[in-house]
């Protein structure tokens, strides 16, 4: 498999001129006098679909050949990338299949069906979801494009710290969520032709620290299946792509904690009107824990995403909840 590079999400980003939004990048006042910082923040919560993932999704699709196109493709998703896979196959007139576990959240099972998208659903716990998914592609003879190790699918998500770094000029910090690593591998390469002294930041949560452990390891480490509020994030390693890329361009990895999370979601709610999901606030949460560190400086956020299950955004943001 062959490393993607940056020439490859600028080829990404023609491919998604028309076709993907270009979020905004929004600033707070209030975020900048709590932490001493000028943050920015990418919001992809208002992308087609609700996430960055769709970036990634439609980049990967494209390019199949006639034949793969006719066939279909194939993934496996706790709801994001599962709603990105269905709604740009949908675009490109491809079915697609999607293989999920059985307690996602309600709101992104029942988007990926309205998507068009084919569920099968599985145990998170107790089955392997990839080789499930791979079993399917090989008998049913589909294309599989995975949520985060393909090379067209970080080529995709790393667009969106090229738009970043393009609207909002030179930083000196950029946090960004990580779960399998698509997003922050793609980032990385963005960052490293376009901002080379911009420090960068995993963000993943304190019970999936799988990114954190590899990268002092050096070498990919796989852990059970997390519990954590963050659904997105829930992920058991590092990808073969994305490991390699992070482990070169990514200066640390942090994660912080559930409690940390609905105090974003609480923050983006209140104070800049938006509603963002456990795992879009991951990078959010890491940055205003660093934030002594960065104070006086520009500082990026990726905001991966807003689809949550409002019965249970509800209750994270009622007075005294904790998670």
Known sequence: MQLPQ???VQAA???LRGRAHRTPVLRSATADARTGASL???CENFQRMGAFKFR???NAIVQLSPAQRRAGVITFSSGNH???IALAARELGVRATIVMPADAPAAKLEATRAYGGEIVAYDRFAEDREALTRRLATERGLALIPPYDHADVIAGQGTTALELFEEAGPLDALFVCLGGGGLLSGCALAAAALAPACALYGVEPEAGDDGRQSLRAGRIVTIAVPKTIADGAMTTHLGEL??????R???DILAVSDDALIAAMR???ERMKMVVEPTGCLAAAGAFAMAPQWRGRRVGVIVSGGNVDLAAYARWLAPGADA
């Open 13 to 15: 980003a023609g491919r």
């Open 249 to 251: 361009h990514v200066g």
């Open 267 to 269: 923050f983006f709610a």
């Open 40 to 42: 920015f923040f990418k």
């Open 82 to 84: 599962a709603q990105a």
């Open 242 to 247: 994305t490991f390699p890329i992070i482990r």
């Open 6 to 8: 940056f020439s490859d």
């Open 56 to 58: 990634g999704a439609f």
